[in-house]
T-cell receptor
Framework: NAGVTQTPKFQVLKTGQSMTLQCAQD?????MSWYRQDPGMGLRLIHY???????DQGEVPNGYNVSRSTTEDFPLRLLSAAPSQTSVYFC????????????FGPGTRLTVL | KQEVTQIPAALSVPEGENLVLNCSFT??????LQWFRQDPGKGLTSLLL?????REQTSGRLNASLDKSSGRSTLYIAASQPGDSATYLC???????????FGTGTSLTVIP
């Protein structure tokens, strides 16, 4: 199993540009989530999904969209990038629900100029 | 809102020493607590998961304990090695809601 994979590893955007961060897992995990990690603030939940077709907001959802058309994939979309979205983004998954062990991807380091 | 604190923020020890990392949380109504390791520029690796009904979990040289009533967890690392150098994060899952609250981590350096 590849586990949780994320692409790209690094990305530089200009303010106002849009992009999609990809996340995929091959462990048949129902629960998937996106976090951002900022210095001195720990990881914060952006959006999560309890299964295909079901998504909901976390602590810091503004400026981000998600969808979950398959069990395997959970992309995160930045609609109009802002410098405040400069961060490291992590995708995580667990089975069968949020109460079990979380597995994290390697992260995407995003810089917005 | 649940707050998770890890003290100290950084720790440096000589190789071979046993050490304890601390994690405290403000709301004892947790479902479980998970310890992670993060290497520089990398993702999080799960180390141990303790359910709220458990007092401790062990994996190799690692032992994690949980005292829900006092809002504390400790990660004990025996016979530390330079390869243990990393940032260690704890996170708590509450009984209700969907938030998984993280501490800001303890950066550990084991000196050869």
């Amino acid at each position: 199993n590849a586990g949780v994979t994320q692409t790209p590893k690094f990305q530089v955007l200009k303010t106002g540009q849009s992009m999609t961060l990809q996340c995929a897992q091959d462990m048949n995990h129902e629960y998937m989530s996106w976090y951002r990690q900022d210095p001195g603030m720990g990881l914060r939940l952006i959006h999560y999904s309890v299964g295909a077709g079901i998504t909901d907001q976390g602590e810091v959802p503004n400026g981000y969209n998600v969808s979950r058309s398959t069990t395997e994939d959970f992309p995160l979309r930045l609609l109009s990038a802002a410098p405040s979205q400069t961060s490291v983004y992590f995708c995580a998954s667990s089975y069968p629900d949020k109460y079990n062990e979380q597995f994290f991807g390697p992260g995407t380091r995003l810089t917005v100029l | 809102k649940q707050e998770v604190t890890q003290i100290p923020a950084a720790l440096s020890v000589p190789e071979g020493e046993n050490l304890v990392l601390n994690c405290s949380f403000t709301d004892s109504a947790i479902y479980n607590l998970q310890w992670f390791r993060q290497d520089p520029g990398k993702g999080l690796t799960s180390l141990l998961l303790i359910q709220s009904s458990q007092r401790e979990q062990t994996s190799g040289r690692l032992n994690a304990s949980l005292d829900k009533s006092s809002g504390r967890s400790t990660l004990y690392i025996a016979a530390s090695q330079p390869g243990d150098s990393a940032t260690y994060l704890c996170a708590v899952r509450e009984n209700t809601g969907n938030q998984f609250y993280f501490g800001t981590g303890t950066s550990l350096t084991v000196i050869p």
